[in-house]
């Protein structure tokens, strides 16, 4: 079971970019991945997936914005973040699913994205 770390993190004013890291420790290549957020006080909520075939997907609040990716040779998946809003101030989980079944195996730690009004 691969270990993932994320990076990227931390404080833009809102209309700027981050790009969030999720480094796993082991191959990824055949993993459908995703990027989850917790914001302070509410449920965890899906924000974007990639298959290990490519196709991505989106929740509807950051369609044209963010963009998710995977560099299978670095076995990083990345979250590209543009034109942030205060509301996507969060706590930013990934995850991996290697049975590619829906169900997440590993987690990683979180990292936190605050974009100040």
């Known amino acids: 079971q691969v270990q993932l770390v994320e990076s990227g993190g931390g404080l833009v004013p809102a209309g700027g970019s981050l790009r969030l890291s999720c480094t796993a420790s082991?191959?990824?290549?055949?993993?459908?991945m995703g990027w989850y957020l917790r914001a302070p006080g509410k449920e965890r909520e899906f924000v974007a997936r990639i298959r290990w075939i490519g196709a991505t997907y989106y929740t509807d609040s950051v369609k044209g914005r963010f963009t998710i990716s995977k560099d299978n040779a670095k076995n990083t998946l990345y979250l590209q973040m543009n034109s942030l809003k205060p509301e996507d101030t969060a706590t930013y989980y990934c995850?991996?699913?290697?049975?590619?079944?829906?169900?997440?195996?590993?987690w990683g730690q979180g990292t936190q994205v605050t974009a100040s009004s």
């Open positions: 082991g191959r990824i290549s055949g993993y459908n």
């Open positions: 995850n991996a699913d290697p049975r590619r079944d829906g169900i997440p195996e590993t």
